[in-house]
């Protein structure tokens, strides 16, 4: 832990602030697929990705999931520093994309070291900033692009965020994250196989190309 810990959050944080991170930081291990928070949940943590990624989606009112970002190692979720300084439950659900690796933060010491650590202040400003690019992206991507394109994109996003070409998924996982239908997805799959862009394997998909 202490060695991935230095390795992704060193350059960012001093010694003092590492330590405290290492002191009161509660280690966490989610396997693919489980879920790390959901909506509704109180938000008492907030996690620091060692190893992993985790993917974020919201809920519309008829239970539909619409994938919103990739959190990877090196960041955190600025979604639940919001939800914790408002003392407000959780409005995402989080869940492992890979199998990953975690500190959960006490919402206690995230408060405090806002005002104790420029740096801290740095790297939850720059999370809030890089959370809003991506939110816009998915906004831009919801209004702007057709659905083949808004596919080959999540495709990439995901390959970018394992750092592996082969994407381990069902036809019915993206339907879900894409807030579409199955027999659409498989379709335009289909297309892009024929197009020479991927390669469709049972349960897994190789990216041809990046």
């Known amino acids: 832990m202490k060695e991935a810990l230095d390795r992704y959050y060193g350059y960012l944080f001093e010694k003092e602030l590492l330590k405290e991170i290492r002191d009161v930081g509660i280690y966490k291990k989610i396997e693919q697929g489980e879920k790390l928070m959901d909506i509704g949940d109180n938000v008492q943590t907030m996690p620091l990705l060692l190893q992993g990624a985790v993917k974020v989606m919201r809920e519309d009112d008829d239970g539909n999931e619409l994938l919103l970002y990739f959190i990877e190692r090196g960041d955190t979720c600025a979604m639940t520093f919001s939800c914790c300084f408002g003392g407000k439950k959780s409005e ?10 975690l500190l959960m933060i006490p919402v206690e010491y995230m408060e405090s070291w806002m005002g104790k650590y420029k740096t801290w202040q740095r790297f939850i400003l720059d999370s809030y900033h890089s959370r809003m690019m991506e939110l816009m992206e ?6 702007f692009l057709k659905m083949d394109e808004r596919l080959l994109k999540y495709l990439h996003d995901k390959a970018k965020v394992t750092q592996d070409d082969i994407v381990y998924t069902t036809h019915q996982e993206i339907a879900y994250d894409l807030h579409t239908s199955r027999v659409v997805v498989s379709r335009l799959l289909k297309k892009m196989e024929r197009d020479g862009e991927i390669e469709l394997n049972r349960n897994h998909i190789k990216i041809l190309k990046l």
């Open 92 to 101: 995402i659900r989080a869940m492992a994309e890979m199998d990953t690796e």
């Open 138 to 143: 998915t906004v831009d991507s919801l209004a």
